[in-house]
């Protein structure tokens, strides 16, 4: 986990950061790229019984039980239906994998550290203590998701 | 140097020199205990375990490891040649040196800054001191104490008992209270800071991932393992097979023709399995690892109480899994310690009651029906059924009312109620229980259980159950709506299934709970689906609840600690043997899981947790204890009298059942592992040879299965191992013993039960033993004969000795009469004690011994014997009660009422032996030697 920020570090050094993109609702968000170690579409999920509600089930990721979060719920959005274009994004947090459930996937989009602002209380009605920046892209703004802050217990226990 | 390779040599020095101090505790004490005279190997090992520290230490620059470690070598040198002799006060500075050595060797990167000058002056008195008496060495010691580790080591490292915080689901607290206890016995306070710096450091609490990943208690958890080369070896193999099975499946699914698939995939099951057990075999661990450091908390905890106490052990080389090796430290600890400070009386109160001074703590490991027993006993002054009681109430833990109904073994159970251990001065009534509540939680999530029996003035034994291992658990698959739920089997007794139309009949309401009547037994009701319902989880459509809607319902009987109660679930699958994950951290808090699991068709199944299902439902034990007591009345009208069993096939359809008291253990073996010596097979186990016996040879029945894994069912006979080869295990069950002992009678065959409506014939593991090898017995003949001769000669009379048996059950009547005749004894039968007590007044000819069961309508087997100890004319008669599992727990009411000895109903040498030992001895004024023949080995 250290590694892996010290290595972001010095990707934003050298050539600035890249970030995976999706749509949560209207939201684009991008998650630091080291941090993410796949998107997939396994979204049958095995629920679990008296688990927060922001928790939708866990799978079976190659041997490992891994928890799939509603990012939706995460973020105070109504809870979503899994479609055709749902899918699921693992990162890393905190040295366990999770895995992010969210409505599109986007491109892969690179900044440059100055260009990254601090973001605003609120984006698009959500809080913005789950953010650590703001790009702005051509045609849109892209939010930096704070995965850690997002996820820990208490953000994400209702 | 790069730093890797730098941190890499530090690495292994710590490794090496935990090693070096693994088991320096007890080399101290040996050379405590040998005093002047020396040991010179032993000393010599010490200074060259010592030595080695002292030089790598310099090597890499730790100069604080380096100055101790030399300062220790001195007053070893010292020792080696003889001008210091190791008096208990060197030894106590030694040890207390070796536990900073060994937080300094913990903590490495920080020793450096640690301050052991405290330690380096009481070493270096020591060795001066060695013209000088031992007596004023010892005070400076106590001066020093100041500078103990305790205070010396970084404040991360430093386990803070008094600051832990009191959740009482942390084995902190237990070290917690205990030393609170301590401390009420002990003013000294220079020497109670000793224990603390020695013990481990308090768990971190509220481990809900249990029992997946146990909390890393005890020793430091060590990353490395040690591992047999041989093991490695078989390792390498099995590997190699693997991937020759791959080739040739990958060939077999590339090829047309298919038909080799079977072969294959048969060939893969063996090599995974096999290599499944391999590897769980590299993480079995022998207990002495645990054991070997409690010498030592008996002697510092005994010095520090003023007590005598003289630890005993046996079976260090039992084997566990490294989990459980590691969680079980603590409770263990907790547990001697509790031996020491409230079981053991002090010296002088020892020798008022006639007792040796020295009191003796006992701590036995041995296998036992597939699980690891642990077993603490003193002779000490034993628990106090009445006062623990008293204290009960004090404390509102239950009221007067229930105290007065409350039995003395349901008393002792209190002491593992939580509200005992918050208690300050339980110590004062004599009572244990403080922490007990912990011990026993810590204990049941390793999936164990703790049993305790006590007698007054004789002394305590508390019984730990433990299974192998934790990762991988065979488990029960079941259906709740559409979703599958992992049970792990140690915690099912038993599966009942109700049909369509009984359940509205079956299942009835007590204070809107639902239960059931299962042999009378009244057993609390919980709907899974129900259970796990929450308003945003769709578990699938729920299935129609209760019986109206004329469907079949079936419930698994699960067991906890404490309590029993069926569990309705949809649907059953199958047995499984699966690999426990735990839950990511969003699903801590739910008590209802244990984990997860990943079925054979690749779908995660979660694994339940029935004691949080129990909580959840709202289960408590008052609940409990009511139930339980009405099960007690309708089970003293109803057939009790239950005896556990294993059942099993030989060959595909002839079931056969073992009760499982007379099974000493289980073995797994591969059809190779069978070597044929002289005509008989025998299996190559642990060094010894065990001959195995096939039931088709000796009995009529079908030829065994032919399977490439098997088990062996190992019993005792005439004080020799005998395996019997069993191809399929069904189950394990409690039946009634209503045998039909007439239709398929032979030797080797009691007779035949209906389990589950197939008949199933009950195995008589002595007469199969005896058809197999008769020269074995011949002894047996010889010894029945001289025994009659010296009981007459010296009774003087020319007649054979009479029992009386009483015994309602007709079927262990019949057995046991049996015994007693093929022994030579006459038999004389009674259905109750009320019958024999007639009998015993009015029967012309005396009777010499009276074996009874404790269970029995009328006058059970504890009045009939205080009828007999009241009654002048009978006395002196010798008492043997008969037991089965289920009535064991009248064991303390029955020594009490003045049974000489318990014995299992089936355990036909024992029992012989027990006859033929009480009707020789006369029976003398002193109280019977405490006997608990449950578990003895």
């Known amino acids: 986990m250290t590694l892996t920020r010290e290595a972001s570090a010095a990707v934003a050094i050298a050539d600035g950061l890249e970030f995976a993109t999706f749509y949560v609702g209207d939201l684009l968000i991008g998650v630091n790229i080291l941090q993410v170690e796949e998107i997939n579409r396994h979204v049958t999920l095995t629920p679990v019984p008296h688990a927060p509600e922001c928790v939708r089930g866990v799978i079976n990721l190659r041997g490992e039980v891994v928890t799939v979060m509603d990012l939706r719920t995460i973020l105070g959005l109504p809870r979503g239906e899994v479609t055709a274009t749902t899918r699921n994004v693992v990162v890393n947090s905190r040295g366990e994998q999770i895995g992010l459930l969210v409505d599109r996937i986007a491109d892969v989009v690179k900044a440059q550290g100055d260009n990254i602002e601090a973001p605003p209380a609120n984006v698009g009605g959500v809080q913005g203590r789950f953010f650590k920046g703001v790009v702005k892209l051509d045609t849109e703004l892209m939010v930096i998701l704070d995965v850690d802050a997002a996820l820990t217990s208490d953000a994400a226990a209702h | ?937």
């Open chain 2, 1 to 937: 140097m790069s730093p890797l390779d730098d941190s890499q040599i530090i690495a292994d020095f710590v490794v090496e020199s935990r090693e070096h101090l693994a088991d320096i505790e007890n080399q101290f004490l040996a050379i405590e205990e040998a005093g002047a005279d020396i040991d010179d190997e032993l000393v010599n090992t010490v200074f060259r375990a010592i030595h080695s520290i002292k030089g790598a230490a310099g090597f890499l620059g730790f100069s604080t490891v380096g100055q101790l470690s030399h300062e220790m070598e001195n007053v070893l040198n010292l020792v080696r040649s003889r001008q210091l002799v190791p008096t208990p006060e060197v030894v106590d500075v030694l040890l207390r040196a070796a536990d900073t050595l060994r937080h300094l060797v913990e903590s490495i990167e920080s020793s450096n800054g640690v301050d052991v000058s405290g330690h380096v002056s009481e070493l270096q008195q020591a060795a001066a001191g060695k013209t000088v008496s031992p007596k004023p060495a010892a005070e400076p010691m106590a001066a020093a104490a100041p500078t103990s580790p305790k205070e010396t080591l970084p404040p991360e490292e430093t386990p803070s008992l008094k600051e832990t915080p009191p959740p009482i689901d942390a084995i902190g607290s237990a070290e917690q209270s205990i030393e609170e206890d301590t401390m009420s016995h002990e003013e000294d306070n220079a020497e109670l800071t000793m224990p603390a710096a020695s013990w481990d450091p308090p768990t971190a609490p509220g481990n809900a991932e249990a029992p997946s990943a146990p909390a890393p208690t005890g020793a430091p958890p060590d990353t490395n393992i040690r591992v047999a080369v041989s093991v490695l070896d078989h390792l390498m193999n099995l590997a190699g097979e693997l991937v020759l099975s791959r080739n040739q499946l990958l060939q077999t699914v590339n090829s047309t023709d298919q038909t080799g698939l079977d072969s294959v995939a048969a060939r893969v099951d063996q090599v995974t399995s096999e290599l499944q057990e391999t590897i769980m075999q590299t993480r079995m661990q022998v207990i002495g690892t645990i054991f070997q450091k409690f010498p030592r908390v008996v002697r510092d905890l005994s010095n520090q109480l003023g007590k005598q106490c003289k630890l005993v052990i046996d079976g260090k080389d039992v084997e566990l899994d490294k989990s459980i090796i590691e969680a079980i430290g603590d409770p263990l600890t907790h547990l001697i310690r509790n031996a020491v400070d409230h079981g053991i009386e002090r010296p002088e109160v020892r020798a008022t009651a006639g007792k040796n001074p020295e009191g003796t703590i006992a701590l036995r490991a041995f296998h036992q029906a597939g699980k690891v027993n642990i077993a603490i006993s003193d002779d000490g002054a034993g628990i106090d059924a009445r006062r623990l009681k008293e204290k009960a109430v004090t404390r509102g833990l239950i009221t007067p009312e229930q105290s007065r109904e409350m039995s003395d073994r349901e008393a002792l159970r209190l002491i593992f109620h939580p509200g005992f251990s918050m208690a300050e001065k339980v110590t004062d009534v004599s009572g244990r229980g403080v922490g007990m509540d912990v011990v026993k939680t810590n204990i049941e999530k390793l999936g164990g259980a703790v049993g305790i029996e006590t007698r007054l003035g004789a002394g305590t034994t508390i019984d730990v159950k433990l299974p192998l291992t934790l990762a991988i658990v065979p488990s029960l698959v079941v259906r709740s709506g559409s979703r599958r739920f992992a049970i792990p089997q140690a915690s099912i007794s038993e599966l009942v299934r109700i049909k369509a139309n009984d359940s509205s009949r079956k299942i009835e309401r007590l204070n809107d709970a639902e239960v059931f009547r299962l042999r009378g037994t009244l057993l609390p009701l919980v709907r899974l689906g129900q259970t796990l319902k929450a308003a945003h989880v769709d578990i699938g459509p729920e299935e129609p609840a209760n019986g109206t809607a004329g469907k079949a319902l079936n419930i698994i009987v699960v067991e906890t600690g404490h309590l029993r109660y069926g569990l309705i679930v949809d649907g059953l699958h199958d047995s499984e043997e699966i690999v426990v994950k735990p839950l990511g951290r969003h699903m801590q808090n739910s008590g209802c899981l244990a984990g997860a699991t990943i079925l054979g068709d690749g779908e995660v199944a979660l694994i339940l947790d029935v004691t949080g299902i129990a909580t959840y439902a709202n289960l408590k034990l008052a609940n409990d204890d009511a139930t339980s007591k009405l099960a007690v009345e309708t089970a003293v009208e109803t057939d009790r009298e239950l005896q556990t069993v294993l059942l099993f096939r030989n060959g595909t359809t002839e079931r056969f059942a073992i009760p499982m008291e007379l099974i000493a253990r289980l073995e797994r073996i591969r059809g190779e592992q069978i070597d044929t010596v002289g005509g008989s097979e025998v299996l190559q186990y642990r060094g010894t040879t065990l001959p195995l016996l096939r039931l088709e040879n000796h009995i009529t029945a079908m030829p065994g299965e032919e399977v490439a894994k098997m088990y062996v069912v190992v019993f005792k006979v005439m004080r020799r191992e005998v395996g019997l080869i069993v191809p399929r295990i069904e189950d394990i069950r409690n039946v009634a013993t209503d045998v039909d002992v007439v239709t398929f009678r032979e030797p080797g065959v009691i007779g035949a039960i209906v389990v589950d409506d197939k008949t199933t014939r009950m195995l008589d593991l002595y007469e199969l033993t005896e058809a197999a090898h008769p020269d074995w017995f011949a002894e047996r003949d010889a010894a029945k004969n001289e025994r009659t001769r010296q009981w007459q000669e010296t009774r003087g009379q020319e007649r054979t000795p009479r029992v009386l048996l009483v015994e309602d059950s007709g079927f262990f009547r019949a057995q046991v009469t049996g015994f007693l005749e093929g022994d030579g004894y006459h038999v004389t039968g009674a259905e109750d004690g009320q019958i024999a007590w007639n009998l015993l007044k009015e029967s012309a000819e005396p009777f010499d011994l009276v074996l009874t069961d404790i269970e029995m309508p009328n006058m059970d087997g504890c009045e009939l014997a205080q009828a007999i100890r009241g009654d002048p004319a009978l006395a002196h008669l010798p008492i043997v009660a008969l037991t089965s599992l289920a009535s064991e727990e009248d064991m303390q009411r029955g020594m009490e009422s003045g049974i000489d000895d318990y014995q299992i109903k089936l355990d036909r040498e024992r029992l012989m032996a027990s006859v033929a030992r009480h009707l020789h001895q006369q029976r003398s004024e002193s109280r019977p030697e405490y006997a608990n023949t449950a578990v003895e080995n």
